[in-house]
């Protein structure tokens, strides 16, 4: 079975040729582009598994690139960028990207940030669109009946908790912003949402995670949002 495909689009050539060099190690094939137009035409017509994108492209945002593709396409994109912000995290995150990595970077954290959106991939693919059951260790939501279990145990949820479980099961791996939730929820991204959204997490994580101290099936990412964790 043939490796991964790869498309990095860096226009760094130190950065793209690291990031090259890091994927040999790991037997995955590659293609570059250096530029926006380039990188949609690639995924286009290369038809990789993932993109590593940097946002700072010479001829369009790295963020205009993720919306383009996203247009047409679930390709999982992985952005790596300089741009530290949580603003800028969060745009990207919003407009479609499955993580992000701030330059510079760890070569071991982006093997293993390309790790798990492979792993979830694979999952995505393996998994039929009617499939109404999703199970992650020890937790269970089944979708067709409403309900979700702990250890087969029915939990007891409240109608915005169920939702906010579901949003991160159908989203697992991905890291879901502050403002999609939001949206999702209660079709508004005002504070006061933002704020009541981390009181339902709270709640939430009370009831699938028994130990606050092991928070098991979802990860926070400070100022961003939330992801769950496949286990």
């Known amino acids: 079975m043939n490796k991964p495909l790869i498309l990095i689009v860096e226009d760094d050539n130190a950065v793209k040729n690291l990031i090259a060099t890091a994927l040999e190690t ?4 590659y293609h570059t582009a250096a530029t926006g137009v380039q990188a949609v035409l690639e995924a286009a017509t290369k038809r990789p598994d993932v993109l590593l994108l940097d946002l700072g492209l010479p001829d369009m945002d790295g963020v205009e690139v993720i919306r383009k593709i ?8 992985i952005v790596i960028s300089a741009r530290s ?21 760890s070569v071991d954290e982006l093997l293993a940030r390309l790790r798990v959106t492979l792993r979830r991939l694979k999952y995505i693919r393996a998994s ?6 999703f199970v992650n260790g020890d937790l269970t939501v089944d979708y067709a009946a409403g309900f979700a279990y702990l250890r087969g145990e029915e939990l007891h949820l409240t109608p915005i908790e169920y939702k906010l479980l579901c949003l991160l099961c159908r989203n697992v791996g991905k890291v879901l912003t502050h403002t999609y939730l939001t949206r999702e929820i209660w079709g508004t991204a005002f504070d006061s949402d933002i704020a009541s959204l981390r009181v ?29 964790v496949r286990l």
Do not use: N
């Not at 039929?128 to 059951?133: R, V």
């Not at 926070?220 to 949002?225: F, Q, R």
């Open 85 to 105: 912000e949580d603003t800028d995290k969060i745009d990207a995150l919003d407009a479609g990207a499955d993580d992000y990595l701030t330059k510079p970077f």
């Open 128 to 133: 039929s669109a009617q499939d109404s059951t």
């Open 26 to 29: 790991q037997s995955y094939r």
């Open 70 to 77: 996203r247009s047409w396409s679930e390709l999982p994109i």
């Open 200 to 228: 339902f997490m709270t709640t939430l994580r009370k009831k699938i995670q028994p130990r606050p101290e092991d928070p098991q099936f979802i990860q926070t990412h400070v100022g961003v949002g939330y992801r769950m």
